[in-house]
């Protein structure tokens, strides 16, 4: 990193090469700039965003002149604020001192009614003192990480109090990061992008995914656009099908108050998921940056084919767990759980059969499944090849020989695999399925970066990339309303019970026997 501190390296302007080795090193540094949490006091804070901030202090990718002004309803002061850093760094705070007493000094707290204008005001008047303390010359970043039902008043309250700088060439910036979800439907969505539209230009808006962050996520990108290989099949005439599983074996926690209203769909497939569909179902870009990759990925969304009250019987399956073992741990049913109605419908688990009506993939369906207190923790998706057209191997048939699988491995185990077919040795006609294995851990030797730093960094960098546009949103939840508003009104009809522990109900294998398909077991289970 040092090695790069004299580059400046501008990409979009420079004309001079760098290597790859050299851009291995580098990140760009943010402005000095200062960071505003709403929500200062909550989980995601603790969990997420602490962590990472820290991460990415200990290793200079922070500025010098930085600053952290927590804001919520809590009353608390700085000390008190700063002791839950303690709590949230654990070890880190003895193992890296120097740099945890330079870190924990730019925290500052502020005790803030949402709605309350003299509240911002006087916000306001702080966040001046900061930027002159710490040098940041008037840039911030805003992380909205409260219940999302706050996100219009908090907008609203930043613009009364001017604190939303529009951009301008000589003007400092003001970004804001909002977490999800965004919208519980597309009106609401539509709402929302209205009440932010209204105090914020769209390049100041970060709505974030943290999905995105992962490297594994990433690398899909790198993978496809950066390989000549796969390219060429990465269509119809190649590709049998695509699934996607994002199984955990938590449940609900201590989440049951959102996610009685969220579900499985708003909770996973609106954000994460569809933007793995996206990934890899998108039109190489012309560019890797925010617009191009943006407008690509929309242009997946929109050729999704709608869902009608027909297809929803068909090609979506939704379940709820029942009691069972899930983790290692004796789990209650979802409708036991703390704060869950006891006749609760919302579901924890859904399979979705997705069609994407375009010259790639006409024909090629996507499965997406992903469930809570299921039988494993995995992220995985699986580009499951045709079989070759026809077998010189004989009396071997085509269709046993297996056809090319590969996945991506998004967590844990991070990696990705392909299956091919080769010859066992011994007798001539001996052939069976071996795999080509890249795992992060072997290649790397190091832990997977928190999603949560690379995000943070980004915005403050001002790039958008891997943040969702307006648009983007909106056609997310157009996808998914006929199926959230038919979920909704059938009620318990249509509701599958699964036991915690298992693969979800056995009505999402249908969804695949139907086509003749099973769904891909985690390839760590494939020995
Ligand atoms: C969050 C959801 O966005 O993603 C959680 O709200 C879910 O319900 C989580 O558990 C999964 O993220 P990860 O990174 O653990 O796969």
């Known amino acids: 990193m040092d090695d790069m501190e004299d580059l400046d390296l501008n990409l979009t302007q420079t004309t001079r090469m760098f290597t790859k080795a050299e851009l291995c090193l580098w990140e760009p540094k943010p402005e000095p700039c200062g960071l505003v949490?709403?929500?200062?006091?909550?989980?995601?804070?603790?969990?997420?965003?602490?962590?990472?901030?820290?991460?990415?202090?200990?290793?200079?990718?922070?500025?010098?002149?930085?600053?952290?002004?927590?804001?919520?309803?809590?009353?608390?002061?700085?000390?008190?604020?700063?002791?839950?850093?303690?709590?949230?760094?654990?070890?880190?705070?003895?193992?890296?001192?120097?740099?945890?007493?330079?870190?924990?000094?730019?925290?500052?707290?502020?005790?803030?009614?949402?709605?309350?204008?003299?509240?911002?005001?006087?916000?306001?008047?702080?966040?001046?003192?900061?930027?002159?303390?710490?040098?940041?010359?008037?840039?911030?970043?805003?992380?909205?990480?409260?219940?999302?039902?706050?996100?219009?008043?908090?907008?609203?309250?930043?613009?009364?109090?001017?604190?939303?700088?529009?951009?301008?060439?000589?003007?400092?910036?003001?970004?804001?990061?909002?977490?999800?979800?965004?919208?519980?439907?597309?009106?609401s969505a539509q709402q929302l992008n209205r009440d932010f539209h209204s105090v914020l230009d769209e390049c100041q808006i970060y709505r974030i995914d943290h999905?995105?962050?992962?490297?594994?996520?990433?690398?899909?990108?790198?993978?496809r656009f950066a390989n000549i290989l796969f390219e060429p099949a990465w269509n119809r005439n190649y590709i049998d099908h695509v699934q996607i599983t994002a199984s955990e074996t938590l449940g609900v926690e201590h989440r049951a108050g959102y996610y009685e209203e969220s579900g499985v769909l708003r909770d996973m497939f609106q954000n994460h998921l569809l933007q793995l569909v996206a990934l890899i179902a998108m039109e190489p870009p012309s560019l890797f940056s925010a617009d191009p990759i943006r407008n690509n990925k929309i242009e997946v969304f929109k050729s999704i084919r709608p869902f009608t009250r027909a297809t929803i019987d068909r090609d979506t399956v939704r379940g709820q767990y029942s009691a069972g073992t899930a983790g290692g741990k004796s789990t209650p049913a979802y409708r036991a759980e703390k704060g869950v109605k006891g006749d609760s419908t919302t579901a924890t688990y859904a399979a979705m059969r997705f069609e994407v009506d375009n010259w790639r993939w006409a024909g090629v369906?996507?499965?997406?499944?992903?469930?809570?207190?299921?039988?494993?923790?995995?992220?995985?998706?699986?580009?499951?090849?045709?079989?070759?057209?026809?077998?010189?191997?004989q009396p071997i048939p085509a269709e046993q020989l297996a056809a090319n699988v590969l996945r991506f491995r998004i967590q844990p185990d991070e990696g990705i695999t392909m299956s091919l077919e080769a010859k066992y040795p011994g007798p001539k006609l001996c052939l069976g399925t071996v795999k080509m294995d890249f795992n992060y851990q072997k290649t790397f030797s190091m832990a997977q970066p928190e999603s949560y730093a690379r995000l943070l960094l980004d915005s403050m960098t001002g790039d958008q990339t891997l943040f969702s546009r307006s648009d983007g949103i909106e056609e997310c939840w157009q996808i998914l309303d006929p199926v959230l508003n038919k979920w909704k009104k059938d009620g318990e009809k249509g509701l599958h019970f699964y036991p915690a522990g298992s693969w979800g109900p056995g009505e999402a294998d249908t969804l695949l026997s139907r086509d003749d398909r099973t769904w891909d077991l985690p390839y760590d289970s494939l020995g």
């Open 37 to 187: 949490i709403f929500g200062a006091s909550g989980d995601l804070t603790l969990r997420k965003l602490i962590p990472s901030l820290f991460h990415l202090f200990s290793r200079k990718l922070l500025p010098e002149n930085f600053y952290v002004l927590g804001v919520a309803r809590t009353e608390m002061d700085d000390e008190k604020f700063r002791s839950t850093l303690v709590t949230a760094l654990g070890d880190s705070v003895t193992q890296e001192k120097e740099v945890f007493s330079d870190f924990i000094r730019r925290f500052h707290y502020h005790t803030c009614d949402y709605g309350d204008r003299g509240g911002y005001l006087a916000m306001k008047k702080l966040l001046a003192e900061l930027d002159g303390r710490f040098g940041v010359q008037g840039r911030r970043v805003f992380y909205l990480s409260t219940p999302p039902s706050l996100y219009p008043i908090i907008v609203r309250m930043l613009g009364e109090a001017e604190l939303n700088q529009p951009p301008g060439d000589n003007r400092p910036w003001v970004r804001v990061v909002v977490e999800k979800p965004f919208g519980t439907d597309k009106p």
């Open 211 to 223: 999905y995105l962050g992962k490297e594994t996520v990433q690398n899909i990108m790198m993978f």
């Open 365 to 393: 369906p996507f499965y997406v499944r992903s469930g809570k207190c299921m039988a494993e923790r995995v992220t995985e998706i699986a580009i499951q090849f045709k079989h070759v057209p026809v077998s010189i191997f």
